[in-house]
Nanobody
Framework: QVQLVESGGGLVQPGGSLRLSCAAS????????MGWYRQAPGKERELVAQ???????NYADSVKGRFAISRDNAKNTVYLQMNNLKPEDTTVYYC?????????WGKGTLVTVSA
């Protein structure tokens, strides 16, 4: 089993920045893609950003140019730098990681963008 623990969420004003972190622990052999998803109440969970083990990235159109995903393979940690945050970015953000064909999820961290 792999455990994912997110941190870095909180309250920020519109236009502000936050950095989310997600650390993987447990039975780690070779973590593949890692990513961030978000889910607003009553909506489906959507991909925010994803990064392969080799550093290839993919972003949702709504966050391109504002968010940046990165990872530290030595620390089994993925980050999401969020800049120019908007009220519509408010929701719970979930970390995701894949290993040997199994997808793992964190419990989520709440991001609130409000004046």
């Amino acid at each position: 089993q792999v455990q994912l623990v997110e941190s870095g969420g909180g309250l920020v004003q519109p236009g502000g920045s936050l950095r989310l972190s997600c650390a993987a622990s447990g039975r780690i052999f070779n973590i593949g893609p890692m990513g961030w998803y978000r889910q607003a109440p009553g909506k489906e969970r959507e991909l925010v950003a994803q990064i392969s083990s080799g550093g290839r990235t993919n972003y949702a159109d709504s966050v391109k140019g504002r968010f940046a995903i990165s990872r530290d393979n030595a620390k089994n940690t993925v980050y999401l730098q969020m800049n120019n945050l908007k009220p519509e970015d408010t929701t719970v953000y979930y970390c995701n990681a894949g290993q040997l064909g199994v997808m793992y999820w964190g419990k989520g961290t709440l991001v609130t963008v409000s004046a």
